[in-house]
Every structure is written in C-alpha cells, then in structure tokens.
C-alpha cells in the first residue's frame, strides 16, 4: 500500500498543474482481543485487524513574493484501488492548495533520542495475553470474599505497527503495546447494589499495577455502600487525587504547547510565572513539569511525535516559570522558538508535603466522580461526587453526592503537591493535590 | 434537494459477502455481515490557520457476527481475508471458531434472522463533497473573523464536518442498505480579561450539507453578547433552586439521567436502577420521553442498526410512567424483551451495544416567558458543556457554561459559570413543573458509553423547569 501512495504522488507531481511540495504518510496496523466480562462469565469474543493510511499533503504558493504552506490530510483505506489513491491524493491537494499558512518545514531525519521498551505482552500467546490480565484482576476481586466484586470487566489488548515516514526522507517505526481495561465493581448496600466505575490504561502485563488499581476500586465501593450524603460545609481544603490530580497536573502542560499559545486559547506567556494570576498573589509550592516521551507502563510512550520530530526529556515549566514551550513544529516556527516536539506525556516534580500530612486536618476528598471536567482554556473545573472521604477533624466518613467547582484561574497558587509520586494515564505524578478555597456543594 | 447515493465498494463487494455468507452458514447456527463505508471532510479556520482533513468517523471495513450453541463472537477486519469468497471464508471461520473456544461465553438465545430487504437513500441542499474547499475555508474564516474583536473576544475558531454514511447488512436471510449524510458546525470563542478566560460557543447540526453553516452565521452577535456577560461571571452559590433547561440541556437530562439508565444491557449486567421501575412513576405527569432512530430526522436517525435491526421509535416514559427500555439485539434475547433497533457500534471494528439515537422529552403547554414569571428564585442554564449517567445509583451530572439568575420572575442580570447541576434522578423529573411547546433538537456532540464508544447522536425537546442542585 505505502507503494502504491508513493507512486500516486510521483505521479501528481509529474504530470499535474499543482504539485505536492511535501508529505507525511502515517500507517498503522493494529491487532486487537477483546473480551466482554459479565461477573465471571464472557459476553462475547471478538478480534480485530485494522489498518489505516493518513496522508498529509502541503502545497507551497507564493503570493506577494511571500511562501505560504497549505495542507490537508486523508484516510486512504487498505482496500483503495491505485486509482482510489490517486483520485483521494488530488482531492487533498486542490484542498491544501486552498490553504494559504505560514510556511513551515517537515522535520528532516535524524536519529531517535529514545527507545521504546519492549512489551511483555511480546512474549505471550494472544489467549495468555487476554489471560494473565484477567486473571490480575479476578484475583484481586477475591481477595474481597464477596463483600466487593466485578459486576463487568471489559478487556483489550492491542498490538500496533505504527510507521510514519515523509517526503524528507523521515522513517520512524514502532511497535506498541496497548492495553486497556474498564471495569465496574459493586457492593451491597442497604438500599441496594452501589457500584463505581473506573478504566485503566497499560502497555506491560504488569499484574501488580492492575491488582492494585481494581484492589483499590473494590475496597472504595465498599465505602461507598457505606456513604452518607455529602453535608454542607465551609471552604474546607479539597484533595484531588490519581486522573483529577493529573488533570490540574496537564492543565499547565497543555497551555505549555505551542499551538495553544500561538492561538491566544492559553494565557501563558514564556518567562511568566504561570502559577499565580498576578504578581501580589504568593505561591504556595513552585512548580516544576517536564516532557516525558516515555514513561515505563504507559502506551502513549513514543520516541516521535505526530510531525516525525524525535522527542527528548525536556524541562517545560522550571520553579513554576514558564521555561520551554513543547508543541507542533509547525506553531513553534510560526512563534519563533526552538522545535522540541509535541509530547503526549509529563512528568511532574513532588510536592513538600505527605500524604499524611494533607489529612491532619479536615478536609474532603474525592475519590470517584461522575465525570471530572477542566476546561483546558478557562481552568474552570467541577464535578458530581460519587464517594469522597470527608475528614471533620474527629473521623473520616465516607459520602456521596454533591460536587465540587472552581478555577485554576483563581486557586492555582495556593496548591500544594504531594510527597508521593505515582504512574497515572499520561504522566508520572504526584498522587494527590491540596486546593483551597474550591466550592462544594452538599446535599443536606 | 439531492438523494445521497450508496457506496460503489459497498456495492462491488456485495457479491463476494453473499458467497462468505453462504459458505460460513452450514457452519454456525446464526452468520451475518455489517460492511461499512463512511468517508468525509473536516474543515478548520483557525487563528492564523486553515486546515482540511477528516472527521474521527470516516472508517470502512467488515464484522462478522457467528452464534453456535448459543455462543457469540465476532470477528472484523478493514480488508477481507483473501479471495474468492472460499478462501477468506476459511479465514473468518478459523478466526470465529478460536474466538467460539472460549470456555467463558455465555449462551444466548438464537439469534433471529427474519426475512427482509431494504434500501434508504437520504437527501441534502449543498453537497460538501462537490463545493469548493476555498470557499467553505472562506465562510469558516469569516465566522470566526467577525466573532474576534481583539478586545473583549481575543481568538475564535469554527469548524465543519460531515460524514457521508453508508452501510450495508448481510445475513441469509437480510439484505440491508442505507447511504445519508449528516454534518455539524461550530463556532467557539474565548473573552479574555487578564488571566481570566472564559468559553462558549454555538453548535449546529442535522442530516443536512452544507445548508447548516447559514443558521451558524445567525449566531455571532448573540455569541459575543454572551462572551462579553460571562467575563463577568460569578460562582454559583451553592444550593438548591429552580432551573430552566434550555432544550439542549434538558434534552441532555433525559439523555444522561434516563436514557443511559434504560439502554437495556444495563438491565443484563444489572446495572440499572430502572429495571425496578418498569411500569412505575420514575417522573411528573409532564415528563414524557422517547428516543428512537426513526419519527425525527437530526444525526441519530438511520433506517436499520449495526445488527441488521430496523429502527423504531421508542416511548421511554409517558406522562411520568417508565414504560419501555431501548435494546440491542444480544440483551433483548437475554432478557426476552423487544428488539428496538438500537444496537450500535462506535465502527466496524467495534463491539455493538445498545446505545441511545435521537433522545427528548415531548412538548408541553407553557411557553417560556410564562415559565421564567413562574421563577421565585432561579436560574436559566444553557451552554452544556458535558453530562455523564450513573444508571445504577441514579446520580446525574450536567455542566453547563451560562447561568442567568432569576428573581420574582425577571432576569437580574447576574451570571454565574460554570455551573455544576446535580441530582437524583427520580426527585428531578418528579419536580418537573413546566414544559414548553417548543420542540429542537440538537447533535453536535458524541455520547460514550463510559468513557469510549463514541456514537452519534441527538437530543433536545423543549425547555423545562424542575429544581437541581448547583454549585
């Protein structure tokens, strides 16, 4: 397939009026198992084998002695005629050529700075695959005699053969190892089953990581069987913990990115400290974030980015200044800074304070919500609480209901980090964060 | 208007999937094949940027669906392994029967195969895929142009999908096709004051072409009056009161707080609180709720599913009384319940579940002014940002980006953002006291099923008033 596109686009260039002046071919080729889980038993098998072309084509023109670059990307099926390829190409490049963008380059090639670890899943048979995962989970689930359980575990596995080559003679290729997991577990309460719903992402068949996810699920459902409705309450400290706490984590990160600044959506500006809205506000813990391009155990890991650039640990924001923005190659030429590549993952530093520390005195702490939002240009966040451990000073009473809102506008400088660090979805963490002054909404 | 026309792969692989068909059959008590061929265009106007490319939706590819001794597995693939039609039909049944061997499948019921052969061709004004992109970037660029004044609105950008669905089913007995068009468009804005940003934006959309940008271009001035008022936003006080739902909103409360709670492999997995309520009072005597593919016409509306079930129009709950759940195929027959043509798939190469399509409460009698005198204390909620279910324990989540407060029965002025709405289920449809006569329906968005599965489709009705928790 990747022959034939190349041939359709030598012969666009030969023999048509608007030339391709550069392009990128991404192929992916995936391999997937999947098992559907009700309790023990399986709704159904299935198995999967994709494949897909995104090509990007960009048209050079010059208006007013000026370059401009346009561009357009297609899908071009696996099941494409040569004369379907040729038909979608010409229809992105009268597209493209209807762009009129700043000019930019494609990355040219050089050698990766990064190696992606190879899989344990490589290793195993597609059934032991699906099989020593699920056996993690099931086994947690018993240590719980019944008092918790699985009510539904649905199960992927995926093997990727990602190539991304461009007409500057970039030619990267990767295997990735994908796994992932949502699953819904249940206790009785006095009003009936209560249940909490949670997924995990995995490139390792890491049975600790995934014993310990669900183990932790399971023993907080039980708490939820056990929870009151979240009572009114003053401003009292809110602690974010896991994919919330990630999430304040990559609301810095991702107004970092050159494409966010270059469009005005972020209000970071480089060399600014980015944790206080104004220079009278004192910050409580300063800040430091890199980008990562490979984290042990997480599938978004890659030594390039989308453009073909090769990635390299780089500092982003340095003792909460903004230091380095990451980011489309194409945005940072466009702002004038140094190319480093779009990161899909973070790292951020520990905070000064314990995990015992943040509960000495009262505060709440969510644990599950319904659906955590942050918007990732205003920073306005909120949630309905599904089960949150609500200190009071004396004991810890499970509750649920309600929510919690506010701004990382407004409540950025006052956050504390925890000592703690942990892998979660797109970074290596602290676990957990101390916000002030969020709202919280009580139902009695 | 123009008729839609099906896919010519479709239609020259149509041939071939007859032959796979007929030589799995003798080898499993249920085959059928979903083929699918949906391709189209995305359009981006950006601050200093134009950008074309294709929406997350194009995809094209088989599933092959085999039941033997009750057992169910599935296998699918973007090419066809092999031909003739013997040899990739060896291939798929290798492949069917490894995945069959699973110890851990539960039996079902046979699955039917009822005679039937269909065809659907929809109809658009403008075909996005014969206009000109330079234009189409023109009008995207103009919206968002005229949105940003650099000083209240500091960036806007707009965008325009479509997506030309075709789809064919197979089985021995099926022979199933529908080719339609559905578009959306957006327009976002960001006001800026300090480090202070505020969002909102209006979204459009329908089984129409390029005709929809014209009710998006309507939309500017209102937009940047609101983008203007929400700068000067305040938090919610948190508490109970009266609320407004716009018809987007309130459409995503019977989408959200009902419609995920009744999609009936909830009921399999026994994971839905509704089950208990079939034939109960779940609502007022003004709430009355259907979702269906069939009866409307906005992005959820089909002629057959992804398991090769017509569509039907379903009445989730008439005049506060739960009456009926909405199905895919394999929890229908699990639960021997009828089949209501609502077993989707995000693709082909997805697993079918039953998913919502079109969702909305019936109008009422009131008209909106009538329901804003009728506010003591409350606020008019629009701009949904996001909603999520919690079928088993009846939670419901909405958040929206534009509260304005309503005192004695006129609007103060006051705006509050974001606004989290919270609440059980049952005490917010009980408290529904006024519905409007107003009927729109809206589908921009994608509903996930937790958080992957995206499927297209839409929600809406009229406004309601009822009372939630915000904050």
């Known amino acids: 397939m990747i022959d034939t596109i190349r041939e359709a686009i030598a012969s666009i260039n030969e023999h048509d009026s608007v030339k391709i002046s550069d392009w990128r071919l991404v192929e992916r080729r995936l391999q997937r198992q999947e098992r559907y889980y009700i309790a023990a038993q399986a709704e159904q098998a299935r198995a999967v084998d994709e494949a897909s072309y995104s090509l990007t084509v960009y048209v050079d023109t010059v208006i007013n002695d000026k370059r401009f670059r346009g561009e357009a990307t297609v899908t071009l099926q696996p099941t494409f005629s040569p004369e379907d390829c040729a038909a979608k190409i010409r229809q992105a490049v009268f597209a493209a050529s209807k762009s009129h963008n700043p000019w930019f380059g494609l990355p040219a090639p050089s050698d990766l700075k990064t190696a992606l670890p190879v899989s344990g899943f490589a290793a195993l048979s597609p059934a032991d695959q699906v099989d020593v995962v699920r056996r993690a989970f099931y086994s947690a689930a018993a240590q719980f005699k019944g008092s918790a359980r699985i009510n539904a575990l649905e199960l992927f596995i995926i093997e990727e053969q990602k190539r991304l080559i461009n007409s500057r003679g970039v030619d990267y290729s990767a295997t990735i190892w994908r796994g992932y997991s949502e699953f819904v577990v249940e206790a009785d309460s006095r009003d009936g089953p209560v249940e909490l719903f949670d997924d995990i992402e995995f490139s390792e068949p890491d049975t600790a990581r995934l014993a310990e996810t669900i183990g932790d699920r399971l023993a907080q459902v039980r708490d939820r069987a056990l929870a009151r409705p979240t009572p009114q309450m003053e401003r009292i400290p809110v602690i974010l913990r896991g994919k919330e706490a990630e999430t304040v984590f990559s609301w810095f990160f991702d107004n970092s990115r050159t494409e966010m600044i270059y469009s005005k959506a972020s209000a970071f500006e480089p060399g600014e400290n980015v944790q206080k809205a104004s220079d009278r506000e004192d910050v409580a813990e300063p800040l430091d974030v890199w980008s990562e391009p490979v984290i042990s155990g997480l599938p ?61 005195a009262p505060y709440l702490e969510p644990v599950m919500f319904s659906d955590f939002q942050l918007d990732p240009v205003t920073g306005d966040f909120g949630a309905e609480l599904r089960l949150a451990y609500y200190f009071d000073g004396k004991k810890v009473i499970p509750v649920s209901g309600g929510s919690i809102s506010g701004s990382l506008s407004t409540l950025r400088s006052s956050m504390r980090r925890s000592r703690e660090t942990a892998v979660a979805t797109l970074s290596r963490c602290p676990v957990a964060i101390l916000l002030q002054g969020a709202t919280i909404t009580g139902i009695r | 208007m123009q008729k839609r026309s099906h896919s010519p792969f479709l239609l020259a692989a149509k041939p071939q999937l007859v032959g796979i068909i007929e030589e799995l059959r003798p080898h499993f008590d249920y085959i059928s094949a979903l083929a699918t061929d949906d391709r189209g265009l995305s359009y981006f106007a950006l601050p200093g940027e134009t950008r074309t490319s294709e929406p997350m939706w194009v995809q094209r590819g088989f599933v092959f669906r085999a039941q033997r001794r009750g057992k169910v597995a599935e296998y699918a693939c973007a090419v066809l392994p092999g031909a003739p039609a013997t040899k990739a039909a060896a291939e798929i049944r290798a492949r069917l029967e490894a995945l069959l061997a699973d110890p851990t499948l539960i039996a079902f019921p046979q699955i039917p195969d009822e005679p039937a052969v269909s065809e659907y061709l929809g109809e658009i ?3 996005p895929f014969r206009a000109d992109p330079e234009a189409i970037l023109a009008r995207l660029t103009a919206l968002r142009e005229k949105l940003t004044d650099g000083k209240v609105v500091v960036m806007a950008q707009s965008r325009y999908e479509c997506v030309d669905v075709s789809r064919l089913f197979l089985s021995p007995k099926r022979s199933l096709i529908q080719s339609f068009l559905w578009s959306q468009a957006y327009l976002f804005g960001v006001a800026r004051r300090g480090q202070v940003s505020k969002m909102s934006y209006r979204p459009v959309s329908g089984r129409k072409g390029l005709e929809l940008l014209r009710t998006l ?52 997995k026994k994971r839905a609180r509704a089950v208990e309520y079939l034939g109960k009072r779940v609502g007022s005597d003004l709430v009355t709720m259907y979702d269906g593919a069939a009866g409307v016409d906005q992005t959820g509306s089909y002629l057959f599913d992804d398991e090769g079930v017509f569509s039907s129009k379903t009445c989730v709950i008439d005049r506060g009384i739960f009456k009926s759940g909405i199905s895919d195929t394999l929890s229908a027959l699990a639960l021997n319940i009828p089949r209501t043509g609502n077993g989707r798939r995000e693709a082909y190469s997805h697993k079918a579940y039953a998913r919502m399509t079109n969702t909305y409460f019936a109008p009422g009698t009131s008209n909106l002014d009538e329901m804003i005198a009728s506010v003591k204390h409350g606020w008019k909620l629009s701009q949904l940002n996001s909603g999520m279910e919690d079928p088993r324990n009846w939670g419901i989540q909405l958040i929206c980006m534009v509260g304005r407060e309503i005192q004695d029965g006129k609007f103060t002025g006051r705006v509050a953002s974001p606004i989290v709405c919270s609440g059980y289920v049952p005490d917010v449809l009980s408290a529904v006291s006024m519905v409007s006569g107003d009927f729109e329906l809206g589908g921009s968005g994608a509903c996930g099923k937790g958080h992957k599965e995206y499927a297209k489709v839409s929600s809406g009705g009229p406004y309601v008033k009822t009372k939630m928790r915000l904050g």
């Not at chain 1, 923005?325 to 466009?334: E, F, K, N, P, Q």
């Not at chain 1, 004038?336 to 995990?355: E, I």
């Open chain 1, 300 to 360: 978004s890991s890659t030594a390039f980015d989308t453009d073909g650039f090769p990635l390299e640990r780089t500092p982003v924001i340095e003792k909460g200044v903004l230091t380095t923005l990451i980011g489309s190659v194409r945005h940072a030429d466009w702002l004038g800074v140094p190319r480093k590549g779009a990161f899909p993952l973070f790292s951020v530093s520990p905070g000064s304070m314990s995990l015992e520390a943040m509960h000495a």
């Open chain 2, 125 to 127: 004004e403008e075909d």
């Open chain 2, 217 to 268: 271009e309507t939309s500017v001035p209102e937009l940047a009056r609101e983008l203007s008022d929400l700068l000067g936003a305040q938090p919610m006080e948190p508490g109970e009161y009266e609320v407004i739902l716009d018809p987007d909103m309130a459409g995503t409360l019977a989408h959200e707080a009902f419609g995920h709670g009744v999609e009936t492999d909830m009921f399999f």
